[in-house]
């Protein structure tokens, strides 16, 4: 398939058009101060997060997202960021939804460290 095909295909599927890269970080959607439900983050981009979890979430939903972030220069220590995505679209695959969403808020330093994991790839 040649390349803009494939952009074509990319730009209809997922709202997110620069860079990504592919990871299996674990996140939590907090629900309520008691309540959160598993995720898993399956990609990365300066601008947002592709989420895995069982649950769907509306386009346009705000979510409170807890990841475990490695540290892209020490992979064994990791930071927890408080992050606030909104839902720009959601798929329904295998009894799981695949979310692509926007960072709404995130602390400076830790959108740093997602650049560095999307300049590495």
Same mark, same amino acid.
């Given at each position: 398939?040649?390349?803009?095909?494939?952009?074509?295909?990319?730009?209809?599927?997922?709202?997110?058009?620069?860079? !990504? @890269?592919?990871?299996?970080? &674990?996140?939590?959607? +907090? $629900?309520?101060?008691?309540?959160?439900?598993?995720? #898993?983050?399956?990609?990365?981009?300066?601008?947002?997060?592709?989420?895995?979890?069982? !649950? @769907?979430?509306?386009?346009? &939903?705000?979510?409170? +997202? $807890?990841?475990?972030?490695?540290?892209?220069?020490? #992979?064994?220590?990791?930071?927890?960021?408080?992050?606030?995505?909104?839902?720009?679209?959601?798929?329904?695959?295998?009894?799981?939804?695949?979310?692509?969403?926007?960072?709404?808020?995130?602390?400076?330093?830790?959108?740093?460290?997602?650049?560095?994991?999307?300049?590495?790839?």
């Amino acid at each position: 398939m040649p390349a803009t095909d494939l952009t074509s295909q990319q730009q209809a599927t997922d709202a997110r058009l620069g860079p !990504r @890269a592919n990871v299996s970080w &674990a996140a939590r959607v +907090v $629900l309520n101060p008691q309540s959160y439900v598993e995720a #898993r983050v399956v990609n990365v981009s300066a601008d947002g997060l592709g989420l895995v979890c069982e !649950r @769907a979430f509306p386009d346009g &939903a705000m979510l409170h +997202v $807890l990841i475990a972030l490695p540290d892209p220069l020490d #992979r064994s220590k990791y930071h927890y960021p408080d992050l606030h995505t909104k839902v720009m679209f959601h798929v329904a695959k295998g009894g799981k939804f695949r979310m692509g969403t926007r960072f709404a808020r995130i602390d400076p330093a830790m959108k740093a460290m997602i650049e560095t994991w999307v300049q590495k790839g």
